[in-house]
């Protein structure tokens, strides 16, 4: 089983509305971490934002917001006020265990902002 | 700080050469990842190194691939003999702390014709 299922290969959103980027993950481990990455046109993959399995609250940083849902295995990705800048490939990634090791990523969902 | 930094950013290669590809990971990280990125198969975990010691290279396709960290500022990947099938972006990542996600280096695009 995929251990990250990321089901929109692309979204469209017009600039300056929401949007949310579903990511969903399969894990028995009850210590994890959940992570979005930006990939934009360039290439270069910019962490975005990360959520621990024992955070009681959401995440937040600037525009970006993460959905957390611990029973239903979701993370989904917010962002508000859509840019032009935000069109881009994101890809959510997962970390099991206590360590800063190795991660997992979904095969990614492509945004496009319209103007 | 320069972020991570990965040589050359393109190489073009006959099927046969050896390939090397290096990372210097930023200062004080004590985790380095090499990962692989194509269409087909999205992001790949080859191997990572825990204060320059491999902890799982189960990534790594097979034997044709290596990757040593002699110490915490270089790695290195090599693919000997390479193979078409061995073309992607080969991104290298490090991090060091658990609550934040990696920085990745700007990426080696390998093209074996």
């Known amino acids: 089983a995929q251990k990250i299922t990321q089901t929109q290969p692309g979204m469209f959103v017009q600039e300056k509305e929401a949007v949310t980027l579903d990511c969903t993950y399969d894990?028995?481990?009850?210590?994890?971490?959940l992570f979005w990455y930006k990939q934009p046109s360039s290439g270069e993959m910019i962490f975005l934002i990360y959520?621990?399995?024992?955070?009681?609250q959401n995440a937040t940083e600037g525009r970006y917001s993460l959905n957390f849902q611990k029973a239903r295995k979701s993370a989904n990705l917010v962002i508000s006020a859509s840019q032009l800048g935000d069109s881009a490939m994101y890809f959510c990634?997962?970390?099991?265990?206590?360590?800063?090791?190795?991660?997992?990523f979904g095969d990614g969902t492509t945004l496009t902002v319209k103007p | 700080d320069a972020g991570v930094i990965q040589s050359p950013r393109h190489e073009v290669t006959e099927m046969g050469q050896e390939v090397t590809l290096r990372c210097k990971p930023i200062?004080?990280?004590?985790?380095l990842f090499w990962y692989r990125q194509t269409m087909m198969r999205g992001l790949e975990l080859l191997i990572y190194?825990?204060?320059?010691?491999?902890?799982?290279d189960s990534g790594m396709p097979e034997d044709r691939f290596s990757a040593k960290m002699p110490n915490a500022s270089f790695s290195t990947l090599k693919i000997q003999p390479s193979e078409p099938r061995d073309s992607a972006v080969y991104f290298c990542?490090?991090?060091?702390?658990?609550?934040?996600?990696?920085?990745f280096g700007s990426g080696t695009r390998l093209t074996v014709v």
């Open positions: 894990t028995s481990d009850p210590s994890y971490g």
């Open positions: 200062s004080g990280h004590d985790y």
């Open positions: 190194f825990n204060n320059n010691v491999p902890i799982d």
């Open positions: 990542a490090s991090s060091f702390v658990r609550h934040y996600g990696y920085t």
């Open positions: 990634a997962m970390r099991e265990g206590r360590g800063a090791g190795k991660s997992t």
């Open positions: 959520q621990g399995s024992y955070d009681q």
